[in-house]
Structure formats: structure tokens, C-alpha cells
């Protein structure tokens, strides 16, 4: 907590609605973490009680919790005291309006975590890389910091970021992975954290923006944008450029902008040309935080990748298997494809669409790619329209992994990366790359 400020205090009897329960295990966190300290919570989610289940089940023992469940109703968003509102509540929504009608804070997990504790933040964001970024300088702090504690928290799955008041102190070390959502609670708070990581700027979201990138953005911005002068900004060149381009206001932080460069003698686990810009600046918050040389080559060498992205699954009589589900717009999957760079590649693609353009990526897959099976969706769509050769469009996972299975030979790769958001046929992205995992172990 911030000096004098003790969390219990700050919630204890506080009339609390929290917006987005969920099944991920966030709102959960959140939720369990503000019963335990004392508030008097209404949890209000648009699933309903069922759907709910799972979550429910979890947070039975409390008394000071009720649901409005299926809905959400104004009147719970008039007469509290705080509103905390999950990541991807509608930026322009009636009840978040409501609340600031009644003067009544909006916040979010993770900036009202950095809003109250005293530990030094770390923060990542940016459309692609910000996991890899996040968890590499994670895991190098965690075994080399011997007189500091190490926490990492933001866009983490099922992790929720409010609990780690509980045990972060001052001159700890918190690494948070920030998306644009949860960049908007800095907005509102007008902080930024100590050190930033800003990796990339491309086109995402635009369901949720509604077309406008200039509002994404903005929202992204916000991990640099109240920085003071003793904070840093460690840029990728193309993050310069887009800033150069966005940002019409004076930068206060020392702005490092990194080129790739990585000694010749370290032993990389992660391909592509994007991770080697992924491992460049998180050496560079590395060396901010102090570590020498040899520790950092040590981090970055015993660092073998996030689950999803990119990520190895096995190679089985000769057919090699990669998960990269959280490949979720057409720029990700453009850079597996050449971190992959092999003629022998069979796609597992499509799904929903984010309102982004397909155009460019299919014109990639069709001289790149051996065989493309497109599971069905509004993404999927927009890739029909440009594919040169008729393909395969299918309405699950296993009938993907069996035709893809089934053309397959020897040397080749089968990829997932799907270049597209996966809601309608899965729970989510994690749901379709385990499905497409335990296909693959299921192999005999």
C-alpha cells in the first residue's frame, strides 16, 4: 500500500458492485479479495446463474456478497461506493456512465492495485509480444533479485491483481502485463507505472474500438502518458514511429528506443524476428533494475516461451505440432508464418473477426502456406475472399485436427494460429488451444 494507507481500512464496509464475474478466475480473485477484507459486494454479470456455475461455487462461504445475475440493473450503480469494472466492460457504457453521473470511482484490478500499493511497477503493453516481454523479465528478476520479492500480475489467466496488496511491499517488484482495457483504468487514475514497455502498435480490437485506432491508442498511451522524468519508456523503433504519429504531447520519461541486438553466443529458445525484439527490450528493463550481464544471459537462455504462443507441442512421427491460439488478428499469424519460414506448413486458421483486414496475411498464406483448413466464423469470412485455392471449412476443432491429420506427411508442420478471435465456437482462446493440445498428445 502506499505509505499510511492500509488496504483493509480502504475497503472494509464500502459498498462495492462489481461489474463482470466471469469464468477465468479474475473476477473471482477480485471478488474473494474485497469479501475477505470486509466490503458489502453486489457481483453483476450478463450470464446467468448457471452459466455462472463454476465461479459460484468458489466464493459459497460469503455472506457480504449479493448477485444480480443474467442483467445488469441502474440502480446498482447508483447508491455505492466503488465501481470495479471487469476488463472488457463497453467503454461506452450506460452504467459506467451512470456511476460517474453519481460521482461514484470506476476502477479496475490493476490500476487501483498500482493506484495503492508502493511497490515499483513494471508495466507491458502493446498489440503483440507484451506475454513473451512480460513473463521473460518476470522469470529474470524471480531468480536473480535475492533481496527484493518479484510478483507478476495485469492480463494474466486466472489471475487477478487487487490480492497482491496483500503481499507486495515497498521496493518489491510487480511485472504486469497491460492490455488497453485495463490501460484505461490508469487513464482515469492518471498514472503510469515506473518502468514501461510499449512493444508495438497494430490493429486490434476494432469490434470493441468500433474502427477508431486513434481511441485504442489513446487507451495504450496511458503507460507512458503520466510518467515523470525519474520514470522510463523502452520503445520498439515502430512504437517511436506510431507515437511520433499519435502523441502530441510532451513525453516526460526517459524514452529508450532499442534495435535488436542480441550477443551471437546466447542460446535463444523462442524463432522469429519478433521475439528477438521481444528479448531486446525486456533486456533492457533488465539492465535498468540492475542485473549484470551474465544473469541476464542466464534469464533470457533458460526462458523456453509462453503456452499458445508459438509454443511447441511435440513432433510425432515426423509432423511437428504448434499451438499459437493467441495468434488472434491477421499481424500475428503474418509473423508465425516467417518466424516458421517453411513451405511445409499445414494452417489451422479463421474464426470470429476483430473488424480487421485480412487482405495482406492471405496474400502471405497463399504463396507461404501447403494446406489451409479454416474453422467457420466471421473472420473466416473475410479470409474466403482472398485464398487462391479452394479450401476446407469446418465447424470444430476435431474435424480441423482429423483433416489436417489426414493430409499431413512426413516433414511437415500443423499449425494453429488462427488470425482471429474465438468466440462462437469456443469459450475462448485458451478453450481452443487446449482442445487442439489434447488432440495432439492424444496421438498414438
Excluded at 138 to 154: A, C, M, Q
Amino acid at each position: 500500500m502506499k505509505e499510511g494507507i492500509d488496504y483493509r481500512q480502504y475497503f472494509k464496509n464500502k459498498r462495492i458492485t462489481v461489474m463482470g464475474l466471469g469464468l477465468l478466475g479474475r473476477g473471482i480473485g477480485v471478488v474473494k479479495f474485497l469479501a475477505e477484507c470486509g466490503a458489502d459486494l453486489l457481483v453483476t454479470d450478463l450470464k446467468n446463474k448457471k452459466e455462472l456455475e463454476s465461479s459460484l461455487n468458489k466464493l459459497k462461504k460469503f455472506e457480504n456478497i449479493k448477485y444480480v445475475l443474467g442483467k445488469h440493473r441502474l440502480a446498482d450503480f447508483k447508491k455505492c461506493d466503488i465501481v470495479i469494472k471487469a476488463a472488457n466492460v463497453p467503454f461506452d457504457s450506460i452504467y459506467t456512465k451512470e456511476a460517474r453521473k453519481n460521482n461514484i470511482l470506476v476502477e479496475m484490478d490493476a490500476s487501483l492495485f498500482a493506484k495503492l500499493s508502493p511497490a515499483t511497477i513494471i508495466g507491458i503493453t502493446g498489440t503483440r509480444g507484451k506475454s513473451t516481454v512480460t513473463n521473460l523479465i518476470y522469470n529474470s528478476l524471480k531468480h536473480s533479485l535475492k533481496n527484493r520479492n518479484v510478483f507478476l500480475g495485469g492480463n494474466i489467466k486466472g489471475m487477478a491483481t487487487l490480492p497482491l496488496l496483500k503481499k507486495a511491499k515497498k521496493g518489491d517488484c510487480v511485472v504486469l502485463e497491460l492490455d488497453s482495457w485495463q490501460l484505461q483504468g490508469f487513464g482515469d487514475f492518471k498514472i503510469s507505472p515506473h518502468i514501461s514497455v510499449f512493444t508495438n502498435f497494430m490493429h486490434d480490437h476494432m469490434n470493441y474500438y468500433k474502427g477508431d485506432t486513434q481511441r485504442y491508442f489513446n487507451d495504450k498511451a496511458n503507460i507512458f502518458k503520466y510518467q515523470n522524468k525519474n520514470d522510463y519508456l523502452i520503445i520498439s523503433e515502430q512504437t517511436e514511429q506510431e507515437i511520433k504519429k499519435r502523441f502530441k504531447n510532451k513525453i516526460r520519461s526517459k524514452v529508450i528506443q532499442i534495435k535488436k541486438h542480441i550477443p551471437k553466443d546466447w542460446k535463444i529458445n523462442l524463432i522469429g524476428e519478433h521475439n528477438k525484439l521481444n528479448i531486446t527490450l525486456a533486456v533492457k528493463v533488465l539492465e535498468i533494475l540492475g542485473l549484470n550481464m551474465s544473469q541476464i544471459k542466464k534469464g533470457v537462455e533458460d526462458y523456453h516461451g509462453e503456452p499458445g504462443r508459438l509454443e511447441l507441442i511435440r513432433k510425432f512421427k515426423g509432423i511437428v505440432y504448434y499451438n499459437d491460439t493467441n495468434a488472434t488478428t491477421p499481424d500475428a499469424l503474418m509473423a508465425a508464418l516467417k518466424a516458421l519460414d517453411d513451405k511445409n506448413i499445414i494452417l489451422i486458421a479463421g474464426g470470429n473477426d476483430k473488424e480487421l483486414d485480412y487482405k495482406e496475411v492471405v496474400e502471405f498464406i497463399n504463396k507461404k502456406v501447403k494446406k489451409v483448413i479454416l474453422i467457420k466464423g466471421t473472420a473466416t469470412n473475410k479470409i474466403l475472399l482472398h485464398l487462391s485455392e479452394p479450401v476446407d471449412v469446418v465447424n470444430n476443432m476435431k474435424e480441423a485436427f482429423i483433416k489436417a491429420r489426414n493430409f499431413a506427411k512426413k516433414n511437415d508442420i500443423i499449425l494453429l494460429c488462427p488470425g482471429a478471435a474465438s468466440f462462437g465456437v469456443f469459450k475462448n482462446e485458451y478453450d481452443r488451444g487446449d482442445q487442439f493440445v489434447k488432440l495432439v498428445k492424444e496421438l498414438k
